[in-house]
């Protein structure tokens, strides 16, 4: 299963990274390195990202990893959409936000919410 995705929604460049189930640091890293790789690709404020943590498992190891991640992608994202979070993962994504100085972040259920959210945006890239 590919759990990196690249598409396009009503014009819009989105990348989809499932960490859906991970529970070692290793596990999320090697998404991490990937997704950083390719995020690199793309020109600043022009891509939208998904990040699915359904039943993820998020220590103080991977919140470090997605903080560091996050103040990455900053130049990059338009705006990153979280789905399948807890109540304790959300809140620690919230954390992850402040900390790396990321306004534009949201919380979403789904992969399919996120994509009618960025479909449903006014302004097209």
Request: hydrophobic fraction near 35%; charged fraction near 20%; glycine fraction near 6%.
């Amino acid at each position: 299963m590919n759990r990196i995705e690249e598409f396009r929604v009503s014009g819009k460049s989105v990348i989809y990274m499932d960490f859906s189930g991970y529970s070692e640091d290793i596990e999320f890293r090697t998404i991490i390195d990937a997704a950083k790789t390719l995020i690199r690709e793309y020109a600043p404020n022009s891509l939208y990202t998904i990040t699915n943590l359904k039943g993820a498992t998020i220590n103080t190891s991977t919140h470090e990893a997605f903080t560091d991640f996050t103040e990455h992608n900053k130049q990059y994202v338009i705006l990153g959409v979280v789905c399948g979070t807890d109540t304790t993962t959300k809140i620690l994504g919230q954390t992850v936000a402040v900390v790396s100085g990321r306004s534009n972040l949201i919380y979403l259920p789904a992969k399919e919410d996120a994509i009618r959210h960025i479909t449903d945006l006014e302004n097209s890239v």
